[in-house]
């Protein structure tokens, strides 16, 4: 059985950074794609970021310059850097065996099979 776990969310102030965590387990390890979406109230649900088993990452072209994704040996981390009153949303991870070419992740929700629960990030004045 796949889980995905989200961890991190809460209150930041502008100009403020937030690190949140994701935690896959039952695909194989290494060899799935994780990506970050983010879904702010009234609005879709949209890419933030994803990385591939090898490491590649993409991110949404309005974010690669303050967002961060990363992977450890336990999970994938989204750094988020300078933040504004507009990244206030649910923040969501995704998950999904890796593609026949390692190297890449897809931004489409529809690219992936699993996800968390969805964590809040919260930026106030």
């Known amino acids: 059985q796949v889980q995905v776990v989200e961890s991190g969310g809460g209150s930041v102030q502008p100009g403020g950074s937030l690190r949140l965590s994701c935690v896959v387990s039952?695909?194989?390890?290494?060899?799935?794609?994780v990506g970050w979406f983010r879904q702010a109230p009234g609005k879709e649900r949209e890419a933030v970021g994803c990385?591939?088993?090898?490491?590649s990452t993409r991110y949404a072209r309005s974010l690669k310059d303050r967002f961060d994704i990363f992977q450890t040996n336990t999970e994938t981390g989204l750094q988020m850097n300078k933040v504004k009153p507009e990244d206030t949303a649910t923040f969501y991870c995704?998950?999904?065996?890796?593609?026949?070419?390692?190297?890449?992740?897809?931004?489409?929700?529809?690219?992936?099979?699993?996800w968390g629960q969805g964590t809040q990030v919260t930026v106030f004045s």
């Open positions: 039952g695909l194989t390890l290494n060899n799935y794609v």
């Open positions: 990385i591939s088993p090898y490491g």
């Open positions: 995704a998950a999904r065996a890796a593609y026949s070419s390692p190297s890449y992740c897809g931004l489409e929700t529809s690219d992936y099979d699993y």
